[in-house]
């Protein structure tokens, strides 16, 4: 079945620094979004990407869908504490199937 | 504002002793779901549901059930919970799932013992 890797499964960073957390789908994706749970909260959609190659920002986030439109990529310029979450990726193949999630720490 | 509610948000219950999980959405959505949470497993499917009256087993439906009655409800359904079912759950909705964004309720942190 369809299958969505995500890595690395944690992250610690001291703040300031950059974040990047990595999505890979065993399938072409029809699209990929983007999901942010705060500690003790549930999933906020960030973001949807559908084109291949897609680029966005929003903020100090940079959202990246490949171009096979098989893997993509969340990338934050200097963290700040209030990042702190895990980040999922989910993809719609023929269900909507979601990433391990990335778990982020950032030490003030 | 829209919403999805879950209730309880928590229960500690003993094995075999039935219960559900409310869920209801007041967005209109077709698409509603539900997951479950575990430390490094990430977000599994239990079930999922496209409309009124179609339901569909997700990647881990054993021991749950669901009804969809009604477009705004979607009550799972523990009958005979076990320990292994102690999670968190969550209930999403969606307009379209190919398309738009999922909206989660609150939680649900269940303890079986």
């Known amino acids: 079945g369809q299958q969505v890797m995500q890595i690395p499964q944690y992250q610690h960073v001291q703040e300031g620094e950059d974040f990047t957390t990595y999505c890979n789908s065993s399938?072409?994706?029809?699209?990929i979004q983007w999901y942010k749970q705060r500690p003790g909260g549930h999933p906020v959609f960030l973001i949807q990407l559908v084109k291949s190659g897609e680029v966005k920002k929003q903020k100090r986030l940079t959202f990246q869908f490949g171009e096979a439109k098989k893997n993509s990529s969340l990338h934050i310029t200097a963290t700040q504490t209030t990042d702190v979450g895990t980040y999922f990726c989910a993809g719609w193949g023929y269900q909507l199937t979601f990433g391990k999630g990335t778990k982020l720490s950032v030490i003030p | 504002e829209a919403q999805v509610t879950q209730n309880p948000r928590y229960l500690i219950t003993v094995t075999g002793k039935k219960l559900t999980v409310t869920c209801s959405q007041n967005m209109n959505h077709e698409y509603m779901s539900w997951y479950r949470q575990d430390p490094g497993l990430g977000l599994r499917q239990i079930y999922y549901?496209?409309?009124?009256?179609?339901?569909d087993k997700g990647d881990v439906p054993e021991g749950y059930k669901v009804s969809r009655k009604e477009k705004r409800n979607f009550p799972l359904i523990l009958e005979s919970p076990s320990p292994n079912q102690t999670s968190l759950y969550f209930c999403a909705s969606m307009d379209d799932p190919r398309n738009t964004e999922a909206f989660f309720g609150q939680g649900t942190r269940l303890t079986v013992v």
């Open positions: 549901s496209m409309n009124v009256e179609v339901t």
């Open positions: 399938t072409t994706l029809s699209n």
